[in-house]
């Protein structure tokens, strides 16, 4: 079975500092990956998703994570937080393999960037 | 371009009665899902729909949980009788093309708030 492992329930970053929220993942083929973000009261809106091709891929609003197959990760970077960047942060994994395989969430982090 | 809507936005209800919840996905999205929320995890699928028919309620309790997307369009998710266990928050998403909903970013409503009390 699927599934998604978001290690830190907290990220506390400085305004202007790098930040990183980890995701790992396990399915028995290879990977869909996805990762959204959820603002208080409002639903979950996508940032970007790794299908194919290029492991870094960059997404909405300077965020871009890398897909690293050995390490079964996709951690989520963007190289200046904001403090407009705090929320809950998921990742998603879906397995390629043929058929109907539905979205598997993470159970989020949420990030809180300081001024 | 409007987004995907979801009324009500809150709802209290007592154990053992019945709450239904309505979805109006992206004009000429073709597949619908709807996600359980509970506190402190991710969204968990419960059913998809492509067009009006399901493509997936593994993870529906059916013995109180039932859902429908009548013409392909808006659906609603009903619950009866309800648990305090259902105490979550309901989201519809909707993505647009149904031969490619496995690699396609899926648009999600603002979400119903169910309290069961």
């Known amino acids: 079975a699927q599934s998604v492992a978001q290690p830190e329930d907290q990220v506390n970053v400085a305004e202007g500092n790098p930040l990183t929220v980890k995701c790992t993942y396990s399915v028995s083929g290879n990977p869909y990956l996805f990762w959204y973000v959820q603002y208080p009261n409002r639903g979950l809106q996508f940032l970007l998703k790794y299908i194919t091709g290029d492991n870094l891929v960059k997404g909405s609003y300077g965020f871009e994570a890398e897909f690293n197959k050995s390490q079964t990760s996709f951690h989520l970077k963007k190289p200046s937080a904001l403090v407009s960047d705090s929320a809950l942060y998921f990742c998603?994994?879906?397995?390629?393999?043929?058929?109907?395989?539905?979205?598997?969430f993470g159970k989020g982090t949420r990030l809180s960037v300081i001024a | 371009e409007a987004g995907v809507a979801q009324s009500p936005r809150y709802k209290i209800i007592e154990k053992r009665q019945s709450v239904a919840f309505w979805c109006n996905p992206i004009s000429g999205h073709a597949t619908l899902y709807w996600y359980q929320q509970i506190l402190g995890q991710g969204p968990k699928l419960l059913i998809q729909?492509?067009?009006?028919?399901?493509?997936?309620d593994s993870q529906l309790p059916k013995d109180r949980f039932s859902a429908e997307r009548l013409k392909g369009v808006d659906s609603t998710l009903k619950i009866q009788p309800a648990k305090l266990e259902d105490s979550a928050v309901y989201l519809c998403?909707?993505?647009?093309?149904?031969?490619?909903?496995?690699?396609?970013?899926?648009?999600f409503g603002p979400g119903t708030r169910l309290t069961v009390t």
């Open positions: 998403a909707s993505s647009p093309r149904g031969w490619a909903q496995r690699v396609d970013e899926q648009y």
């Open positions: 998603a994994v879906r397995d390629i393999r043929a058929g109907n395989t539905p979205l598997v």
């Open positions: 729909f492509q067009n009006n028919g399901v493509v997936d």
